[in-house]
């Protein structure tokens, strides 16, 4: 089971941080899905935390972290643009390509991020 948290409305250049609770931690991943566009990976952390992944259009402004003992990941994301307006959906698969693609087998509800301009 994954839930996730922490959205809500920022204004742009602002930051937020998203979390992830996890029931059992595997290779995790953050995407996002705005209105009308198909639901997209922004980064990638796996179980051992030894390599993370951030899509282009994220790297410099999010980082995906995790805290084991927690069974939590998160997602920093600063310098908020408009574009990054969605709902923010944690997923987990017990393989890391899996949680780089849409194809990743366990999915969180979402969480909404809303960016003012």
């Known amino acids: 089971q994954l839930v996730e948290s922490g959205g809500g409305l920022v204004q742009a250049g602002g930051s937020l941080r998203l979390s992830c609770a996890a029931s059992?931690?595997?290779?995790m991943g953050w995407f996002r899905q705005a209105p009308g566009k198909e639901r997209e990976v922004v980064a990638a952390i796996s179980w051992s935390a030894g390599s993370t992944r951030h899509a282009e259009s994220v790297k410099g402004r999010f980082t995906i972290s995790r805290d084991d003992a927690k069974n939590t990941i998160y997602l920093q994301m600063n310098s908020q643009k408009p574009e990054d307006a969605a709902v923010y959906y944690c997923?987990?698969?017990?393989?890391?390509?899996?949680?780089?693609?849409?194809?990743?087998?366990?999915w969180g509800r979402g969480t909404q991020v809303t960016v003012s301009s």
């Open positions: 059992s931690m595997y290779n």
């Open positions: 997923a987990a698969d017990s393989s890391f390509n899996m949680v780089l693609s849409t194809s990743a087998t366990y």
